[in-house]
């Protein structure tokens, strides 16, 4: 098992065993390798990463569940609900957000189910009503600081169909600024000025389209 995790810039792996393209990134100078796991691992890996010189870590334990949840508990955990819509041509709905390219998500409410939160997120921030629940694509990881809080964010997005006869409506206090249809040949433009999670996101549906 495995995943991946955006923190400040630098990525990290969490997994049991390494696979073709994690054993590739072990022969890079940037990258930092840890296969214990005890007391003082965690933070040893959270620091290696704060490096300017590594970019990636990898974290080995054959008991990943054991592993992930030592590395969690560093962690004030927030989940989150989001998609990728397209249209009836196939165009991908995109919005805009404190300066990069995002695609519609939001943090899950008590109670919710993950795939209630990821339908009400869409419509609340593009003002699309007329929205089909598709299939699981990928979750994501990332962290950042919020104050003195430590926090990882794990997002779960969805296909999900629309209509481009809708109106779009960004939620301007979600920050929102932009929305719109983004065509496949243009995908590539956008990911230029995109989150990585989100990246991952995209490049997850490329793969299935």
Same mark, same amino acid.
């Given at each position: 098992?495995?995943?991946?995790?955006?923190?400040?810039?630098?990525?990290?792996?969490?997994?049991?065993?390494?696979? +073709?393209?994690? $054993?590739?990134? #072990?022969?890079?100078? @940037? =990258?930092?390798?840890?296969?214990? *796991?005890?007391?003082?691992?965690?933070?040893?890996?959270?620091?290696?990463?704060?490096?300017?010189?590594?970019?990636?870590?990898?974290?080995?334990?054959?008991?990943?569940?054991?592993?992930?949840?030592?590395?969690?508990?560093?962690?004030?955990?927030?989940?989150?609900?989001?998609?990728?819509?397209?249209?009836?041509?196939?165009?991908?709905?995109?919005?805009?957000?404190?300066?990069?390219? +995002?695609?519609? $998500?939001?943090? #899950?409410?008590?109670? @919710? =189910?993950?795939?209630?939160?990821? *339908?009400?997120?869409?419509?609340?921030?593009?003002?699309?009503?007329?929205?089909?629940?598709?299939?699981?694509?990928?979750?994501?990881?990332?962290?950042?600081?919020?104050?003195?809080?430590?926090?990882?964010?794990?997002?779960?997005?969805?296909?999900?169909?629309?209509?481009?006869?809708?109106?779009?409506?960004?939620?301007?206090?979600?920050?929102?600024?932009?929305?719109?249809?983004?065509?496949?040949?243009?995908?590539?433009?956008?990911?230029?000025?995109?989150?990585?999670?989100?990246?991952?996101?995209?490049?997850?549906?490329?793969?299935?389209?």
């Amino acid at each position: 098992m495995q995943i991946k995790i955006h923190t400040h810039n630098k990525v990290l792996y969490l997994c049991d065993q390494p696979n +073709d393209y994690l $054993k590739e990134l #072990l022969h890079h100078p @940037e =990258t930092v390798l840890i296969d214990e *796991l005890d007391m003082h691992s965690v933070k040893a890996m959270l620091r290696e990463l704060t490096l300017p010189e590594i970019k990636t870590g990898i974290f080995v334990h054959p008991d990943f569940e054991q592993l992930k949840n030592a590395f969690f508990r560093k962690f004030e955990i927030i989940r989150a609900g989001g998609g990728l819509v397209l249209n009836e041509s196939r165009e991908v709905l995109m919005i805009h957000r404190r300066g990069f390219w +995002d695609l519609p $998500k939001g943090k #899950l409410d008590e109670g @919710e =189910t993950i795939e209630a939160c990821a *339908l009400r997120e869409v419509k609340e921030e593009t003002g699309l009503s007329q929205l089909e629940l598709g299939a699981p694509l990928l979750v994501t990881y990332h962290t950042y600081e919020q104050g003195t809080h430590h926090i990882l964010k794990e997002s779960h997005w969805f296909q999900m169909r629309g209509t481009a006869t809708e109106q779009l409506v960004p939620q301007t206090e979600e920050d929102i600024t932009n929305i719109g249809w983004v065509a496949p040949v243009q995908i590539a433009v956008y990911k230029e000025l995109a989150y990585p999670s989100i990246v991952d996101v995209l490049d997850a549906w490329a793969q299935t389209s």
